[in-house]
């Protein structure tokens, strides 16, 4: 049986449907990539719009109102959650306050200390300025946010009412 090797035709043709396919498969991976960096940007704007705000308002909302203290980039309340996430009550059905829940702006980053916790940990980035602002028995939370994602942008400010009980 005689051996025969390729000819330039069929390794031209071999070479090209190479050349196709890994075209193809480049393809793929560049659309994968665009979709996973636009779940990191969706997942970060809803931390900075949503979810870290949400959170903040829920605590301030469970604390007691004369408890509450805010400063420049600062702010704390005394908080009634417990690490397990569940809102404590004494024997009598009142809060039973666990400490005070802290939060800084250092940076870019706003750090949050709560009471069983020895030392601030970030829970959101990309912020210019943190505000908690008493008006009418309320408070406003104020997130000035400046988010340069990979595929988004968001350059603004996230605003929520509490309204702590008394």
């Keep these: 049986m005689m051996r025969r090797g390729l000819t330039l035709v069929e390794m031209l043709l071999a070479m090209a449907l190479s050349f196709v396919l890994m075209v ?37 909302t469970a ?11 600062t702010f704390a309340f005394a908080c009634a959650f417990n690490q397990r996430h569940e809102f404590c009550l004494d024997p ?43 008006s009418n028995g309320a408070y406003l939370l104020t997130l000035s946010v400046n988010y340069q994602g990979y595929t988004q ?3 603004g400010e996230v605003t929520m009412w509490a309204a702590p009980v008394n």
């Excluded at 979709?35 to 870290?52: E, M, Q």
């Excluded at 604390?63 to 980039?73: E, H, K, P, R, Y």
């Excluded at 940076?107 to 601030?120: A, I, M, N, V």
Aim: net charge positive.
């Design 24 to 60: 193809a498969m480049l393809g793929t991976l560049q659309a994968g990539q665009r979709y996973f960096l636009s779940a990191l940007d969706a997942v970060a704007l809803s931390d900075c719009r949503y979810r870290v705000p949400r959170e903040i308002v829920q605590k301030l």
């Design 63 to 73: 604390s007691d109102a004369d408890q509450v203290t805010a400063g420049n980039g």
């Design 92 to 134: 009598e059905g009142r809060p039973e306050w666990q400490g005070l829940t802290s939060y800084s702006l250092q940076g870019d980053r706003l750090l949050q200390k709560e009471p069983w916790e020895t030392s601030s940990r970030p829970i959101l980035q990309n912020l210019t300025g943190v505000s908690l602002r008493a």
């Design 153 to 155: 942008t968001f350059r």
